[in-house]
């Protein structure tokens, strides 16, 4: 599968968010790949979670939800979960409006604090998106009330050594969905260690997107 790569610049409360899309018309189902703390090259080198969701036939939006000047002057500004949960709904509602996107089945993928924002944008929509996959993250930064609200299906996926896991397990257990916990073995290879992480989130994006697709289809 082929896809085309097209940066984007998305409006969102104000600001202009960075992105990089990676579509083909023959894709399953759109997977969003959220950075809440920094900014990743776009485009240069396809990085190994988008790789493998390309490879399990989705499309991509790999997302910014901070601004570079967010980033740079306010370290805070990756805890502040309300904003970052507002501009995931205004991502999703930017695919809904784009026609080669709006039937896809949509998936988020988030680490760091993006995790919790995801949780609340999933509780919010519940109808919009059909899995969520936290890698590792601080998904309990979400609030134990949207945790016991969620219903869209999430895995959690935890590398060996997580200094949060103790606390990612007791957020787990609060969950009120289908809910998946993955511990990850040690690959002792940081390359091999990635790609096991990107399979992780593309095979339970596959899982629950597919079956999405073909119930609507």
Known sequence: MKLRNTPISMPAQGVWLDGLLSHAPDVRGLAIHLHSTGHPPLGAVTPPLEAELHAHGFATLTLDLLTRQEVARDPDAPYNIP???????????????????????????????????????????????????????????????????????????????????????????????????????????PRLQEQLLARAAATWLEQHGVAAQSATG
């Open 83 to 189: 904003r970052l949960t507002e501009r995931i709904l205004c991502a999703a509602e930017w695919a809904l409006h784009q026609p080669p996107l709006a039937a896809l089945p949509l998936g988020l993928i988030a680490q760091d604090t993006g995790c919790a924002a995801a949780i609340r944008a999933a509780v919010k929509v519940p109808e919009r998106f059909t899995a969520l996959a936290c890698l590792d993250g601080r998904a309990d930064l979400a609030g134990a009330e949207p945790l016991r609200t969620l219903r869209c299906p999430v895995r959690f996926v935890i590398s060996p050594g997580n200094a949060s896991s103790a606390i990612l397990e007791k957020a787990f257990g609060l969950v009120g969905g289908p809910r998946h916990w993955l511990a990850l073995p040690d690959a002792r290879d």
